[in-house]
C-alpha cells in the first residue's frame, strides 16, 4: 500500500484532518520558506500526531547539530533533507534521514546512489525556495532508474488529479504532497481528505 506523506502543516486542524483521512506521514519545515514553523510551533503541532504517524522534519543545508537538536526537542522520526547536504553529512546523522534529490535529467536521479539512507525522495527543483513549488518532473526517469522502487518517495506538484497516474507509473514507496492540498496559499481540509482517498482508491 502507497504511503502519504501530507508536508508543510503549520495549523493544528489540518494536522488533526491528516491523521483522521488516514496520512502516514505529516511533515513540518523548518528550512526558508512560506511553510516554515519554529520549534515550539512544530512541538504544539506534534502532540496531534500519534505514534503511528511519523513525523517528518525538512531542512535546507542546516547545521547537522541544528538538525539533531531540533529532532530531539519537537521531537522528529525522521529528517528530510533538502538541501546540498553531502554523503558525509548523512552518514555522520543519528536521525533516520531521507535525502531528497532535484530531479532534472536522468543524471540527477544517479546521485541518489551516493547516499546511505532508507529513502530517497524525488522532487522537481524548487523556484522560490528548495522545494515545495508545486511543479511535478517527468516520471518516467524513475520508472526506468535503477533504484527500487521501495526506497522511492515521490514528490513535486501531485494533486488528487495526477497522484493515480504518479503512482501508476513509479511505484513508489511513498508518496508526498504540499501545494497540491493547498487552496490560496493554505492548506484545505477537503483537498487533503481527497488526496489520501485517491491514493487509497488507488489500491483497490
Ligand atoms: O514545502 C516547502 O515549503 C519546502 C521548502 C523547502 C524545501 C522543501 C519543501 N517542501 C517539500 O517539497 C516537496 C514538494 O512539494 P509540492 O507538493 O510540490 O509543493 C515535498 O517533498 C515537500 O516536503
Redesign the pocket.
Known amino acids: 500500500m502507497t504511503k502519504v ?1 501530507i ?2 502543516l503549520m495549523e493544528l486542524e489540518h494536522v488533526k484532518t491528516a491523521v483522521e483521512s488516514g496520512a502516514d506521514a505529516i ?1 513540518f ?1 523548518f ?6 514553523v519554529t520549534v515550539d510551533q512544530a512541538r504544539e503541532l506534534a502532540t496531534a500526531v500519534p505514534s503511528d504517524v511519523l513525523k ?1 522534519g ?1 531542512f ?1 543545508n542546516e547545521a547537522l547539530e541544528e538538525v539533531e537538536r531540533i529532532a530531539r526537542e519537537v521531537p522528529l522520526d525522521v529528517v ?1 533533507l ?1 538541501g546540498d547536504e553531502d554523503p558525509d553529512y548523512v552518514r555522520r546523522l543519528s536521525i533516520p534521514t531521507i535525502k ?1 534529490l532535484s530531479i532534472k535529467t536522468k543524471e540527477d536521479v544517479q546521485q541518489a546512489l551516493q547516499y546511505e539512507v532508507g529513502y530517497f ?1 524525488f ?2 527543483p ?1 523556484v522560490e ?8 518532473f517527468d516520471w518516467s526517469m524513475l520508472a526506468k532508474a535503477n533504484i527500487s522502487p521501495d526506497k522511492v ?1 515521490l ?4 494533486t488528487e488529479h495526477n497522484i493515480n497516474e504518479a503512482i501508476h507509473i513509479v511505484q513508489p514507496f511513498m508518496v ?5 492540498v ?1 487552496t490560496a496559499q493554505r492548506k484545505d481540509t477537503e483537498k487533503i481528505r481527497t488526496f489520501i482517498r485517491a491514493v487509497r482508491d488507488e489500491e483497490r
Open positions: 506523506k508536508c508543510g511533515g519545515v528550512a526558508k520558506s512560506r511553510r516554515q517528518i525538512v535546507v528530510q533538502h531528497a525522495l522532487d522537481a524548487g525556495f528548495r522545494g515545495g513549488s508545486g511543479h511535478s518517495i514528490a513535486g506538484g501531485l508526498d504532497v504540499s501545494s497540491g493547498e
